[in-house]
């Protein structure tokens, strides 16, 4: 995978939630988990913006 940002964070939340599937996370853990999916949440919403102000409608006319 490639070093940038996001996928470092994606690849600390699921080291995370490996370790949560075979033992119990410590409670820092588990608010760095939360931190880090928050933080790619924000991530993803930004790109679904980023890509929603660049939609241009057009209009076909109508078929007569």
Do not use: D, G, W
């Given at each position: 995978m490639s070093?940038?940002?996001i996928n470092?964070?994606?690849?600390r939340i699921n080291e995370l939630s490996k370790k949560?599937?075979?033992?119990?996370?410590?409670?820092w853990e588990r608010a760095?988990?939360?931190?880090l999916r928050q933080?790619?949440?924000?991530?993803?919403?930004?790109q679904v913006k980023d890509t929603l102000?660049?939609?241009k409608?057009?209009?076909d006319s109508?078929?007569?």
């Open positions: 070093s940038s940002p470092i964070i994606i690849e949560k599937r075979s033992t119990r996370l410590e409670e760095e988990q939360e931190a933080e790619y949440l924000s991530f993803i919403r930004e102000s660049n939609v409608v057009a209009e109508p078929v007569q």
